[in-house]
């Protein structure tokens, strides 16, 4: 499969727990999105990398919020001390340059 | 800031018939992007049809073609001979040109299509 992947695919954690969410993206697309999608809303954009450097954070990005994508290859994103305002669906991107992006299936996260 | 608004939360539409769904933006940019993305249960999202703004020519493909209003900030998408696996979540967006400031997708909140056999 040459698609984005994402890992896990659910995850259910405890209030006040630290979770980390993988993104891996097709393979030489240097450009890598994150977004958070809340139930019956549309994506919210993250944060965006092109290789392996952050060149965008959105507001939404609290400082709880961290991402990395080393090497411009893979990406994690964690969220410490999670609160259930967190709880939503994490998508994946990647595009290259000049071309439409393509998401990966999402984490969904459940705090409780 | 770009905003995008989608104003029907749900449809429905009879299989083989025709739908359409509404999408308005707001922006002061006059090079960008506007796509329209399919999210089925799985929800993984899909892309449908893209619009370059500076084309003219309405985008189509195969039974999927968009209304584009460049001057209203209109951007319907017509869904002919609907298909039971058209059924999904619709999500319209807009991405800035290249060169400009911000290379992320701005989505509208989405409008439900259900397909009755």
């Known amino acids: 499969d040459t698609g984005v992947s994402q890992n896990p695919r659910h995850k259910i954690t405890k209030r006040g727990q630290n979770v980390t969410f993988r993104c891996d993206p097709i393979?030489?697309?240097?450009?890598l999105y994150w977004y958070r999608q809340t139930l019956g809303q549309g994506p919210e954009f993250l944060t965006y990398?092109?290789?392996?450097?952050?060149?965008?954070k959105s507001r939404l990005l609290s400082d709880r919020f961290s991402a990395e994508r080393p090497k411009g290859s893979f990406s994690t994103l964690e969220i410490q001390r999670t609160e259930q305002g967190d709880s939503a669906m994490y998508l994946c991107?990647?595009?290259?340059?000049?071309?439409?992006?393509?998401f990966g299936q999402g984490t969904r996260l459940t705090v409780v | 800031a770009q905003t995008v608004t989608q104003s029907q939360p749900e449809m429905s539409v009879q299989e083989a018939e025709t739908v359409t769904l509404s999408c308005t933006y707001d922006?002061?940019?006059?090079?960008?992007?506007l796509f329209w993305y399919k999210q089925p249960p799985s929800r993984q999202m899909i892309l449908v049809i893209r619009?370059?703004?500076?084309?003219?020519q309405n985008a189509t493909e195969n039974r999927f073609s968009v209304n584009f209003q460049k001057a209203a900030k209109s951007f319907s998408l017509k869904i002919s001979d609907s298909q039971l696996g058209d059924a999904a979540m619709y999500f319209c967006?807009?991405?800035?040109?290249?060169?400009?400031?911000?290379?992320?997708?701005?989505f509208g909140g989405g409008t439900r299509l259900m397909v009755k056999p």
């Open positions: 991107a990647s595009r290259p340059e000049g071309t439409e992006a393509f």
């Open positions: 393979s030489e697309h240097n450009r």
């Open positions: 990398f092109q290789n392996e450097a952050q060149l965008e």
């Open positions: 922006t002061s940019e006059s090079d960008y992007y």
């Open positions: 619009q370059e703004a500076y084309k003219q």
């Open positions: 967006a807009y991405r800035s040109y290249p060169y400009n400031a911000g290379n992320m997708l701005t």
